[in-house]
Each structure stands twice: as structure tokens, then as C-alpha cells.
Nanobody, 115 residues
Framework: QPQLVESGGGLVQAGGSLRLSCETS????????MAWYRQAPGNARVYVAS???????NYRDSVKGRCTISRDNAKNTVYLQMNGLKPEDTAVYYC?????????WGQGTQVTVSL
């Protein structure tokens, strides 16, 4: 079963940047789509960004212009570059990957944005 491991979270001030990484145990090209979700305390887990096998990307409205999802196929890794971070971006960020038949999740990485 594929393993997904997130890293890159941390504490930053508002306006700062972070790059999250999601390393997989095999080629990311076996997945139809990979995505980032986040869950803030007391809130539901929500979609943030995604990248398809073909390289197409999509973002939730609140992060458009501030976040970029990308991948390094040789490293079996997807990234989420986050700029202009806001306190409302504070959450645990989870990596998600899916095929036609299965869905996989990482353990999450904490992002905290302070004033």
C-alpha cells in the first residue's frame, strides 16, 4: 500500500512562506490525482489544491494567487508552495492521493501562522 509522508510545516509570521512536501513510496504518476487538504481546529477537513496525472492544477478560492502545487516525478514528491500566509491558513495539512479504486492519506503536517 502506498505511503504518503508530509513535511515542511512550521510556525511562520503572517506574510511568510512555507513549502510543504508529500513524499510517496512509489511513482506519483500511478495516481489519477494528488491533492492537499487542511483541517483547522474545530473545523472540517477542506480541499486546498490538487494536481492531476497530466499536470493540471486547481485551487480553492481562498488560496488562489498565494499557493502553487507542483511535483517532482523523479523524487516521487508533490509540493505546496504557500506565500503570503495568513492566520486563517493555520491548520494541519494533509496529502491525499487516489486511483480509480483507492484513496490514501498522509499523517499531516502542522502549519501555524502567527500575527
Amino acid at each position: 500500500q502506498p505511503q504518503l509522508v508530509e513535511s515542511g510545516g512550521g510556525l511562520v509570521q503572517a506574510g511568510g512562506s512555507l513549502r510543504l512536501s508529500c513524499e510517496t513510496s512509489g511513482s506519483i504518476l500511478r495516481f489519477n490525482r494528488m491533492a492537499w487538504y487542511r483541517q483547522a481546529p474545530g473545523n472540517a477537513r477542506v480541499y486546498v489544491a490538487s494536481i492531476t496525472r497530466g499536470g493540471g492544477t486547481n485551487y480553492r478560492d481562498s488560496v488562489k494567487g498565494r499557493c502553487t502545487i507542483s511535483r517532482d516525478n523523479a523524487k516521487n514528491t508533490v509540493y505546496l508552495q504557500m506565500n503570503g500566509l495568513k492566520p486563517e491558513d493555520t491548520a494541519v495539512y494533509y496529502c491525499n492521493a487516489n486511483t480509480d479504486s483507492q484513496d490514501y492519506w498522509g499523517q499531516g503536517t502542522q502549519v501555524t501562522v502567527s500575527l
